[in-house]
């Protein structure tokens, strides 16, 4: 059985099956290793109305670009999976599924990587770490002083209304993309929903007669590198906007949900002595995800005028409702909530690699993927380029980069010539 190759890839989700497309259209040698299956994360860790927030015609994996027809819809849970496993039968990738990979080390004298798997030990020339960053759900501390009767969720366990207690209420915590769309999936089933606002901003769906994706795309924000981001590397850990694709993609009016019956509150601050306790700051998150929005009217607006395009005109967003006083206390027993889906996003977790790529943080340090260890990458990881780097829409471009990289470096190993490297590297 084979144990060395040229490269490994460690993941097979979107951004692994990319890589080993990039590398077998280069005619390279390389092996994918996969802890669960083809697509397991969309479908194992979505909810049943889950759908992309983004249109299709934005899912653009190398050399297979979305084959529907509707490129201006949003895919459903169930058709990203069918996306997925239609583009690996596409090249029929060397993926190994069910195979976990537990440690990756350097092995300097022997100039290899040493790969550590549940099926044994294999050894590469170059090594693609591309696992994306969301790994372990992130639960709150607090969420320990809720009684047992309550039940507690992560927002990647979630699946549907029908799941969560009958004539019970649901308190979300969290307004992120995940927090914003699983409240409105509980509120259109009939559900008393509390909802915990966070800070998250939120983004227009459509305006002045196109999605904003549209707008944005013409506008080239999508190929603004993370170097040229006015935030620059503080940029990868921002809150998505929240926005949905439900319906043929619609905005989350959080206030309009509010005059539906919908209870919103601040931020979670404490639970003790029966009672949830929110910080005072509800009016300030929701004007302060509006102004966001608001903003991305000004850019879009600033665009139309500044290329003298025609355009419909809109008027300018009204809030539908405003917090009187901001409930800062609430019984959880009297409120009748037998639910919590905590929205509260994942860590990272890294610690199987035992390589010195990492900051103080655990995040890898990378340009563009490419570490200070020769030979050693990271791909799918938020903001690794561009915005779409962790998304269908810009994850080609970036195993494009590292394959052409791999294939230099392996053409510059075997002359010994690491000058040619670091000229093509410099000037890319």
């Not at 084979?2 to 990039?22: D, E, K, N, R």
């Not at 809030?319 to 639910?339: K, T």
Request: hydrophobic content about 35%; some cysteine.
């Amino acid at each position: 059985m084979q144990t060395h190759y040229p490269v490994v890839i460690v993941g097979g989700g979107q951004a692994g099956l990319s890589m080993s497309y990039c590398l077998k259209a280069r005619g390279f040698d390389h092996i994918i290793f996969e802890k669960n299956t083809i697509g397991y994360s969309w479908r194992s860790k979505r909810w049943d109305s889950f759908c992309l927030v983004t249109p299709n015609w934005q899912c653009k994996l190398p050399g297979f670009h979305y084959p529907g027809d509707d490129p201006h819809g949003f895919m459903q849970r169930d058709e990203i999976v069918q996306y997925i496993e239609a583009y690996a039968a596409s090249f029929d990738p060397p993926l190994k599924e069910g195979i976990a990979v537990s440690k990756v080390r350097r092995n300097e004298a022997q100039g290899v990587f040493e790969v550590s798997t549940t099926i044994g030990e294999y050894t590469a020339d170059q090594v693609i770490i591309a696992v994306g960053g969301y790994h372990i759900p992130k639960l709150p501390t607090i969420a320990e002083r809720l009684p047992e009767a309550i039940v507690q969720l992560h927002s990647s366990e979630y699946r549907n209304p029908e799941s969560l207690p009958a004539d019970k209420a649901v308190l979300v915590v969290g307004t992120g993309q995940s927090g914003c769309q699983i409240a409105e999936d509980l509120h259109l089933a009939g559900k008393q929903v509390h909802l915990c606002v966070g800070s998250a901003p939120r983004s227009p769906r459509r305006y002045r007669g196109k999605d904003v994706v549209d707008w944005l795309d013409q506008m080239g924000y999508y190929d603004l590198s993370i170097d040229e981001h006015p935030q620059k590397e503080k940029a990868r850990t921002n809150t998505n906007h929240y926005v949905t694709g439900r319906g043929g993609g619609r905005e989350i009016d959080l206030r309009q949900f509010a005059l539906e019956g919908m209870q919103l509150h601040g931020r979670l601050k404490t639970i003790r002595d029966g009672k949830l306790e929110f910080a005072a700051n509800l009016k300030q998150n929701l004007d302060q995800a509006d102004a966001v929005a608001e903003n991305i009217k000004k850019g879009i607006d600033s665009f139309i005028d500044k290329n003298h395009l025609q355009a419909p005109v809109e008027l300018p967003y009204q809030p539908a409702w405003e917090p009187d006083q901001a409930l800062l206390e609430l019984d959880y027993e009297a409120a009748n909530i037998g639910a919590v889906v905590w929205s509260t996003g994942y860590h990272s977790d890294f610690s199987w690699i035992e390589i010195p790529v990492f900051d103080g943080k655990g995040y890898p340090g990378h340009d563009r993927g490419v570490t200070g260890i020769p030979g050693f990458y990271f791909l799918g990881l938020p903001w690794l380029y561009t915005w779409g780097s962790g998304r269908f829409s810009g994850v080609a471009r970036d195993a494009n980069y590292l394959a052409d990289t791999i294939v230099m470096r392996k053409k510059v190993a075997q002359r010994n010539d690491w000058s040619t490297i670091n000229e093509f590297l410099l000037g890319s």
